[in-house]
């Protein structure tokens, strides 16, 4: 798919292509044209762009080829659940997943192949990190899973959630820059309070979401509620520690006024006693915030075993006492390996049929 002696069209913003059709005379709507067929129809050659002429058509085809990833195997749970394995254009495979409930229909992407974070009960976290997605990478992982959701339960993506492979934040431009084109009238026109963007807590980048006043919603994966905890399971602590992170959540929360969201994921007899929820209430009390329980996966990987429902709902009735409002996130998909966790590139034995 990639064309050595051609510029790849989608890494182009509309104004590098309007800047494109103004050195050759033209006039920006021709770009808006272009923009529209390459973003919101996704059409993978020049010549099914209808409305623009040949010549054009021709000019577009010697300077450029367009990009676009594709879904190579896709694997369906008993629960409804969806897990995508997507190829991009150099041939590497990140995953995607879907997952219909009542109301609605959520697709969580990747922003990395691999990650270098290292999370131990984490899948990825056991994979290579190998490179960061293009903008356009992510945003065709919500367009394919737009028509994959149509397809299986007849309705359409109410939410995404940046919670596949690797960290967002990491990937900042890249990812800010596809929930520009997912959100936009020329690309799938979602609104921005339907997106979460969750991180493992990187200070330094909460603070620049502040600064650029994002609208859409946030998560921070929590998991552990002080710094001997929660260096053990994520490295990523040990420069990132809670006070940091706390002074960037003020600064974000003051910036942007938005409520944000603690992930937290029940480890048995290792981040679920009552003290530990005593100390994620004192957390809670930053900012205004929910706190997510998340029903952990176990992994080849980990020993790591998740709570039992007893002690998950002896946790959450002390949140609850202090007037923390709290969901709990049954697991989706772990039939598939397609479940938080654990997405790790790893075939399955249910592939779907549709
Ligand atoms: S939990 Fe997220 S940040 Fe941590 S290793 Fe997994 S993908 Fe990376």
């Avoid at 959630?161 to 997912?182: F, H, K």
């Avoid at 002390?318 to 969901?327: A, S």
Wanted: hydrophobic letters at 40%; a positive charge.
């Amino acid at each position: 798919m990639l064309e050595p002696n051609k510029k790849d069209i989608r890494l182009l913003s509309l104004e590098e292509l309007i800047n494109f059709f103004k050195n050759l005379g033209l006039p920006s709507y021709r770009a808006q044209q272009v923009y529209k067929w390459i973003w919101k129809k996704n059409v993978s050659t020049f010549t099914q762009m209808t409305d623009i002429n040949k010549n054009l058509r021709q000019i577009l085809e010697k300077e450029f080829f367009i990009a676009q990833a594709s879904v190579v195997a896709s694997y369906q749970s008993v629960d409804g659940s969806v897990k995508l394995q997507i190829k991009l254009p150099d041939n590497k495979i990140v995953e995607t997943v879907l997952i219909p409930s009542k109301d609605r229909v959520t697709v969580c992407v990747s922003s990395q192949v691999g990650c270098s974070l290292g999370c131990t009960f984490c899948a990825t976290g056991y994979m290579k990190m190998q490179r960061n997605l293009h903008a356009y990478e992510i945003y065709d992982q919500v367009f394919l899973a737009q028509k994959l959701a149509l397809s299986y339960y007849q309705k359409p993506i109410t939410n995404i959630v940046y919670m596949g492979m690797g960290e967002p934040l990491l990937n900042y431009n890249n990812v800010l820059q596809s929930i520009n084109r997912i959100t936009t009238p020329e690309g799938l026109g979602i609104s921005p309070r339907r997106i979460t963007l969750s991180t493992a807590g990187i200070a330094k980048m909460i603070k620049k979401l502040g600064d650029d006043q994002v609208k859409f919603e946030f998560a921070l994966s929590l998991h552990a509620t002080n710094d001997a905890k929660r260096s053990t399971i994520m490295p990523i602590n040990e420069s990132n520690s809670l006070s940091k992170l706390k002074e960037a959540l003020i600064y974000f929360y003051n910036k942007t006024g938005t409520r944000i969201t603690y992930e937290y994921i029940l480890l048995h007899q290792f981040n679920d006693f009552v003290e530990d929820a005593q100390e994620l209430v004192a957390i809670c009390r930053w900012i205004p915030c929910k706190v997510n329980i998340i029903e952990y996966n176990p992994i080849e990987e980990s020993n790591f075993q998740k709570s039992s429902n007893n002690r998950m709902f002896a946790f959450i009735e002390v949140l609850e006492k202090n007037g923390i409002i709290v969901n709990i996130r049954r697991s989706r998909g772990k039939d598939i390996n397609g479940a938080c966790g654990q997405l790790a590139l790893k075939a399955q034995q249910l592939p779907c049929t549709k």
